[in-house]
């Protein structure tokens, strides 16, 4: 009766602890907006590659609850082809190693690079820092920019 007794207070300590693990996404929400920015950016790119005689731009935008990365047509206030949100639980933005502004506009050009020539560094800082590359050629990838 006592090792019953025993084995259940182990066991009542254990699914404690382990249940903090899935009470807080904070750990996770890093992760999931660089995965979200970089599959949105290679989406922009695929679609400025189809789309021949239509801007696409990738417009990522801020609020204080969640990051929303979207591709739409013409400007950031045109048709919209694709759209994410990720909630930001304690995280921020930086951008170029900046305080990022909201929104902010990338167009793409009709070989799917970008229009401003330049790389963009994305820091997503939180629990966890993630980092985005949307490198002047469109292409986005996890990790800092290359020269």
Do not use: H
């Not at 922009?44 to 801020?62: E, G, P, R």
């Amino acid at each position: 009766m006592i090792e019953l007794i025993m084995v259940m207070v182990v066991l009542g300590i254990l699914a404690t602890s382990a249940s903090s693990l899935f009470n807080s996404k904070s750990a996770y929400v890093t992760f999931i907006a660089r995965d979200q920015l970089i599959s949105v950016s290679l989406l922009a790119q695929q679609a400025a590659l189809a789309q021949q005689n239509t801007t696409i731009v990738l417009c990522v935008l801020q609020s204080t609850d969640d990051w929303t990365f979207e591709v739409r047509e013409t400007n950031c206030s045109g048709a919209v082809y694709v759209e994410s949100v990720v909630e930001r639980e304690n995280a921020s933005l930086s951008q170029n190693a900046t305080t990022f502004s909201s929104p902010q506009a990338f167009t793409y050009d009709s070989s799917a690079s970008l229009v401003a020539g330049n790389n963009v560094t994305f820091l997503f800082d939180g629990d966890n820092d993630e980092t985005v590359c949307l490198a002047s050629t469109g292409y986005a990838y996890s990790g800092a920019c290359q020269l």
